[in-house]
Protein backbone atom coordinates (compact mmCIF):
# COMPACT_ATOMS: atom_id res chain seq x y z
CA UNK A 1 0.00 0.00 0.00
CA UNK A 2 1.89 2.81 -0.60
CA UNK A 3 0.74 5.91 0.51
CA UNK A 4 0.41 9.10 -1.47
CA UNK A 5 1.23 12.01 0.37
CA UNK A 6 -0.10 14.74 -2.02
CA UNK A 7 -3.47 14.88 -1.06
CA UNK A 8 -2.51 15.60 2.02
CA UNK A 9 -0.37 18.12 0.93
CA UNK A 10 -2.95 19.87 -1.35
CA UNK A 11 -5.40 20.33 1.31
CA UNK A 12 -2.72 21.67 3.69
CA UNK A 13 -1.91 24.01 0.89
CA UNK A 14 -5.84 25.04 0.51
CA UNK A 15 -6.06 25.59 3.96
CA UNK A 16 -3.35 28.18 3.97
CA UNK A 17 -4.32 29.49 1.32
CA UNK A 18 -7.63 30.14 2.44
CA UNK A 19 -5.94 31.43 5.92
CA UNK A 20 -4.54 33.86 4.25
CA UNK A 21 -6.96 35.07 1.99
CA UNK A 22 -8.82 35.29 5.19
CA UNK A 23 -5.85 37.48 7.11
CA UNK A 24 -5.94 39.50 3.68
CA UNK A 25 -9.75 40.51 3.67
CA UNK A 26 -9.80 40.53 7.56
CA UNK A 27 -7.10 43.55 6.82
CA UNK A 28 -8.48 45.12 4.16
CA UNK A 29 -11.87 45.37 5.72
CA UNK A 30 -11.45 45.75 9.31
CA UNK A 31 -8.26 46.91 9.95
CA UNK A 32 -7.50 49.46 7.22
CA UNK A 33 -10.63 51.30 7.91
CA UNK A 34 -10.33 51.67 11.28
CA UNK A 35 -6.80 53.07 10.75
CA UNK A 36 -8.49 55.20 8.28
CA UNK A 37 -10.79 56.15 10.91
CA UNK A 38 -8.70 57.55 12.96
CA UNK A 39 -6.36 59.46 10.25
CA UNK A 40 -9.50 60.96 9.38
CA UNK A 41 -10.14 62.18 12.97
CA UNK A 42 -6.68 63.16 13.25
CA UNK A 43 -7.50 65.10 10.38
CA UNK A 44 -10.53 66.14 11.55
CA UNK A 45 -8.94 67.79 14.63
CA UNK A 46 -5.66 69.03 13.02
CA UNK A 47 -8.00 70.97 10.63
CA UNK A 48 -10.28 72.39 13.55
CA UNK A 49 -6.73 73.69 15.29
CA UNK A 50 -5.64 75.37 12.13
CA UNK A 51 -9.10 77.28 11.95
CA UNK A 52 -8.71 78.72 15.64
CA UNK A 53 -5.46 79.05 14.83
CA UNK A 54 -6.27 81.75 11.88
CA UNK A 55 -8.87 82.98 13.38
CA UNK A 56 -7.16 83.56 16.72
CA UNK A 57 -4.52 85.48 14.24
CA UNK A 58 -6.82 87.20 12.36
CA UNK A 59 -8.22 88.68 16.23
CA UNK A 60 -4.72 89.77 17.46
CA UNK A 61 -3.92 91.03 14.30
CA UNK A 62 -7.15 93.33 14.06
CA UNK A 63 -6.38 94.18 17.89
CA UNK A 64 -2.53 95.30 16.69
CA UNK A 65 -4.00 97.12 13.89
CA UNK A 66 -5.95 99.13 16.23
CA UNK A 67 -3.42 99.99 18.73
CA UNK A 68 -1.40 101.34 15.94
CA UNK A 69 -3.86 103.51 14.58
CA UNK A 70 -4.38 104.60 18.21
CA UNK A 71 -0.91 104.84 18.89
CA UNK A 72 -0.10 107.10 15.28
CA UNK A 73 -3.41 109.23 17.03
CA UNK A 74 -1.43 109.57 20.44
CA UNK A 75 1.73 110.89 18.55
CA UNK A 76 0.24 113.27 16.25
CA UNK A 77 -1.93 114.70 19.38
CA UNK A 78 1.37 115.21 20.85
CA UNK A 79 2.91 116.46 17.86
CA UNK A 80 0.03 119.61 17.64
CA UNK A 81 0.51 120.18 21.32
CA UNK A 82 4.37 120.51 20.68
CA UNK A 83 3.80 122.76 17.79
CA UNK A 84 1.46 124.72 20.41
CA UNK A 85 3.66 124.63 23.05
CA UNK A 86 6.17 125.66 20.71
CA UNK A 87 4.44 128.91 19.70
CA UNK A 88 3.37 130.02 22.64
CA UNK A 89 6.91 130.06 24.11
CA UNK A 90 7.78 132.03 21.26
CA UNK A 91 4.80 134.26 21.81
CA UNK A 92 6.28 134.61 25.60
CA UNK A 93 9.45 135.73 24.46
CA UNK A 94 8.52 138.18 22.14
CA UNK A 95 5.88 139.76 24.88
CA UNK A 96 8.78 139.35 27.31
CA UNK A 97 11.78 141.15 24.79
CA UNK A 98 8.77 144.13 24.82
CA UNK A 99 8.35 144.44 28.25
CA UNK A 100 11.80 144.64 29.06
CA UNK A 101 12.14 146.79 26.53
CA UNK A 102 9.24 149.15 27.98
CA UNK A 103 10.76 148.99 31.31
CA UNK A 104 13.72 149.82 30.00
CA UNK A 105 12.44 152.81 28.52
CA UNK A 106 10.42 153.98 31.70
CA UNK A 107 13.07 155.23 32.77
CA UNK A 108 13.58 158.29 30.35
CA UNK A 109 10.15 159.76 29.37
CA UNK A 110 12.09 161.59 26.46
CA UNK A 111 12.61 157.90 24.80
CA UNK A 112 9.21 156.70 25.45
CA UNK A 113 7.34 159.77 23.42
CA UNK A 114 9.42 158.07 20.28
CA UNK A 115 8.76 154.45 21.21
CA UNK A 116 4.95 153.66 20.40
CA UNK A 117 5.21 152.33 23.71
CA UNK A 118 5.58 155.62 25.02
CA UNK A 119 3.54 156.58 22.89
CA UNK A 120 0.59 154.11 24.20
CA UNK A 121 1.72 155.87 27.97
CA UNK A 122 0.45 159.53 26.17
CA UNK A 123 -2.74 158.30 24.66
CA UNK A 124 -3.40 156.94 28.36
CA UNK A 125 -2.28 159.83 29.92
CA UNK A 126 -4.88 162.00 28.14
CA UNK A 127 -7.55 159.65 28.87
CA UNK A 128 -7.83 157.46 25.32
CA UNK A 129 -9.43 154.20 25.60
CA UNK A 130 -7.54 151.12 25.31
CA UNK A 131 -9.30 150.38 21.75
CA UNK A 132 -8.33 154.01 20.25
CA UNK A 133 -4.82 154.05 22.02
CA UNK A 134 -4.58 150.12 19.72
CA UNK A 135 -5.57 151.75 16.62
CA UNK A 136 -3.57 154.85 16.68
CA UNK A 137 -0.37 152.82 17.35
CA UNK A 138 -0.98 149.70 16.10
CA UNK A 139 -0.16 147.65 19.50
CA UNK A 140 -2.17 145.07 20.14
CA UNK A 141 -5.15 145.94 22.88
CA UNK A 142 -3.70 143.19 25.13
CA UNK A 143 -0.09 144.88 25.17
CA UNK A 144 -1.90 148.21 25.76
CA UNK A 145 -3.62 146.31 28.84
CA UNK A 146 -0.50 145.30 29.62
CA UNK A 147 1.35 148.18 29.59
CA UNK A 148 -1.66 150.17 31.55
CA UNK A 149 -1.55 147.45 33.68
CA UNK A 150 2.44 147.55 34.37
CA UNK A 151 2.09 152.16 34.84
CA UNK A 152 -0.38 151.64 37.71
Do not use: C
Not at 67 to 77: A, D, F, G, T, Y
Not at 119 to 138: F, N, P
Amino acid sequence: MSFSYLPIFLFIQAIVDLSLIGIVVYWFFFRVPKREKRLEALFESLSRVVSESDRSMREFEGAIKQEQMSLKRILEIQKEREAEMRSLVAEAETLLRRFEQVRALGASGSELKTDAYGQVLELASSGASVSDIAKRTGVPENEVRLLLDLRK
